[in-house]
């Protein structure tokens, strides 16, 4: 078509256009912010022309035309330019919109590294390698430690951003080559280590075509050694350490699927030796990951299938041995398992979000029995009921309890409950609410556990306490350990100090009361002064004289 020399300028090169004139039509370009060609009076016996690429309704990118010897644009060229630079943005506009697409469907949002979807990609990619290749691959579960912990004690904004700082440690674990980085619409280039994140605090490593299983525990141990540096998060150290279960094709497993299950199979093995450590999968496990899936399959059934009650564990008066409370005891006699123990049901009820469902049940229940023993005419007794970190933060904890009490007709004195110092850290305006709504309801509260992971005085400052509960870790020595002993006696006196009773747990041994009565500990309550009961056996101990 006998067209001029053309040239192409994006927006942030106008500034540097070698040329005054070209650059000025390019800014009239910019403000017109239509496709349409903005022509110039000759110079030189030619003709310029600048025209805009409009991309989201937004000027992107300008083309400048420039008309050499003498040559022109004429109307029906200027014009068939203008089209093609729409057709242009279009273009532009829909790759963007189909790389946006690609990046949410296939990479997560919070860290950036790819998803579930893509992360099983690459196992497909990498059983289909190695197969082809006889070769060995490994692939990595990643869960980190106690990681509830931190989303109740600092906010699900906390827990994000030890998620992304968890995500570039293990990021900084491989090398930028070997990293999944990209998507297209063909298949990608297999690396040699592709990382992601599975959704929660589950992260996936997959490393394919390796020789010996020794490539897979280097890894693992680079990532351990890793996640051990504290993180920083609003001026205090965090540690978060993680549980690596290792599943190894052929030998493990010759499908995605399989591969997958055995590599959580292992994690669940590497949790329950104490986390921070990684394991290899065996078929040993197998039974443990089945016994697991069946608690937690009937764990979701046990209440509609009345195989949950509450047991009652007295509580004395330290100086009288009279029976003073008691606390409220989870038991679960499933029908296809018979008892669970709630060492193995509580921590998985945490991990699968039933906490606070069971949680809200005892309370229920312990309110419905009250209102039982009152009508067989016992004397009420104060009952200790233990509330979760996530109840608390639940906007609807204080109207639940208030409903209990009512539709029991129970007075609120005879309820406490029992928090833990993890749960009232975080400085949150719903858990502050919600301590303080409880007191003025009349419900006393007691702090579970005292002296273990975050105590703190401000801690104790800031809630209305009735009782500290202390933690069986300090009392199991006793009187044996001068240092127990002086530590404990200085929880006491604390307690005393600030006008709240001191409750010991974890008494087995006559010494051990004999120590605590010494240091004037309030209450005690443990195995030697009773052991948990039905209700029906504790309504017994309740017409003896509430002694024991």
């Keep these: 078509l006998g067209w001029p020399e053309a040239r192409y300028l994006d927006s942030r090169e106008l500034v540097a256009a070698p040329d005054t004139h ?79 697409v690609r990046q949410l469907a296939f990479f997560d949002v919070l860290t950036g590294l790819p998803n579930r979807m893509r992360i099983h990609a690459a196992v497909d990619q990498a059983v289909a390698s190695s197969r082809v ?25 906390g827990g994000d951003a030890i998620l992304r700082s968890v995500a570039e440690s293990l990021l900084s674990c491989t090398r930028p080559r070997d990293f999944v980085a990209n998507v297209t619409e063909r298949a990608d280039p297999l690396p040699q280590t592709a990382l992601g994140r599975l959704g929660g605090d589950e992260f996936f490593v997959v490393i394919p075509d390796i020789s010996e299983a020794r490539t897979a525990e280097r890894v693992a141990e680079r990532i351990l050694q890793k996640l051990r540096n504290p993180v920083l998060y609003e001026g205090r150290e965090l540690t978060c350490t993680a549980s690596i279960g290792i599943a190894l094709f052929p030998q493990d497993g010759g499908d995605p699927e399989t591969l997958f299950r055995n590599a959580d199979t292992a994690m669940y093995h590497a949790k329950a030796c104490g986390g921070d450590t990684y394991r290899y999968f065996d078929e040993f496990m197998n039974a443990a990951g089945e016994r697991r899936l069946r608690v937690e399959n009937g764990l979701r059934r046990a209440a509609k299938r009345g195989e949950l009650e509450v047991y009652y564990q007295p509580i004395l008066d330290a100086a009288t041995d009279n029976l003073c409370a008691a606390e409220a005891l989870l038991r679960w006699n499933a029908s296809e398992l018979g008892p669970v123990a709630p060492d193995e049901f509580i921590p998985i009820a945490e991990e699968i979000g039933l906490i606070s469902d069971l949680g809200a049940w005892v309370l229920e229940s312990v309110c419905q029995q009250l209102a039982a023993w009152r009508e067989q005419e016992l004397e009420p007794i104060r009952i200790s009921v233990n509330l979760s970190p996530v109840q608390l933060r639940t906007e609807g904890l204080v109207a639940a309890v208030k409903d209990a009490l009512m539709r029991s007709e129970i007075d609120p004195e005879w309820i406490e409950l029992e928090i833990t110092e993890s749960a009232i850290v975080e400085d949150s305006e719903v858990v502050d609410r919600a301590l303080r709504e409880l007191h003025a309801l009349g419900v006393s509260l007691c702090l579970d556990d005292f002296g273990t992971g975050c105590s703190a005085l401000s801690n104790i400052r800031k809630v209305r306490l009735s009782r500290i509960k202390i933690d069986k870790s300090f009392t199991n020595e006793l009187p044996a350990s001068a240092s127990d002993t002086n530590l404990v006696g200085a929880i006491i006196a604390m307690a005393h100090r600030l006008g709240v009773r001191a409750l010991a747990e974890g008494v087995e041994r006559e010494e051990q009361l004999a120590a605590l009565r010494e240091l004037h500990c309030d209450e005690v309550q443990g195995f030697l002064t009773g052991r948990p009961v039905d209700p029906r056996r504790f309504a017994r101990l309740l017409t003896e004289e509430k002694s024991l």
């Design 22 to 100: 070209l650059r000025a039509l390019a800014h009239r370009a910019l403000a017109t912010k239509r496709p349409s060609c903005i022509r110039s009076a000759a110079v030189d016996n030619a003709s310029d022309v600048a025209i805009p690429i409009i991309v989201d309704d937004e000027i992107d990118k300008v083309l400048l035309f420039r008309g050499l010897d003498g040559a022109t644009f004429t109307d029906e060229v200027a014009g068939t330019l203008a089209e093609i630079a729409m057709q242009i943005g279009l273009v532009i506009s829909r790759e963007r919109t189909l790389a946006k």
């Design 133 to 157: 290749a006889d070769r060995k691959a490994a692939f990595l579960l990643l869960d980190l430690d106690r990681f509830k912990h931190v989303n109740d004690t600092f906010g699900h904004s």
